[in-house]
């Protein structure tokens, strides 16, 4: 089932529950979902991978908000961010682990043959595809670089 079928179906789940933060937190990605695939020169359902962006996305913003909300002592925010936070995270691939991450980015390395520091462009670029959704862009790149450095 698409992503944007999910969304809808726990929406209606969410409506007769009465669960009102996370019937925000839904709405709020139906609405990613619905700007991206109303784009101008767009046609179409968005593909998995730009589906998985989208949420990514939305999950990051609910952790820098969190963390703002956590330094400014706003609990009543922060509980909120935490809560849409979780209803997101129920879509996004299961995260890699640490070392599931350093096999997958050795894996990489290994495949195009990246020897030092130089590399790193070319080898962020394809973790970056492979592993969105699966593993945040910093913790990727934090890994590449300590990788590419023995």
């Known amino acids: ?30 609405s990613l979902i619905l700007l ?7 046609s179409g359902a968005l593909p ?24 400014q002592n706003r609990a009543d ?8 936070l979780a209803v997101i995270q129920e879509f ?8 599931e991450l350093t096999q997958a980015i050795q894996e990489i390395i290994g495949r195009i043959g990246a020897s030092g520091p ?3 462009g070319k080898v962020m670029g394809i973790a970056s595809k492979e592993l969105a959704g699966k593993a945040d862009g910093k913790a990727i790149a934090d890994r590449v670089k300590t990788l590419l450095a023995k």
């Open 77 to 84: 925010l922060l509980e909120v961010e935490l809560a849409e």
């Open 1 to 30: 089932m698409a992503l944007k079928q999910r969304i809808e179906t726990e929406i209606k789940s969410a409506m007769i529950a009465k669960n009102k933060v996370r019937l925000t937190a839904l709405r709020a990605i139906k």
């Open 48 to 71: 998995e991978e730009e589906e998985l962006k989208l949420l990514t996305k939305a999950a990051k913003q609910r952790k820098d908000s969190a963390e703002i909300y956590e330094k």
């Open 36 to 42: 991206e695939e109303t784009k101008e020169g767009f």
């Open 118 to 120: 130089q590399d790193m």
């Open 92 to 99: 996004l691939p299961k995260a890699l682990s640490e070392e």
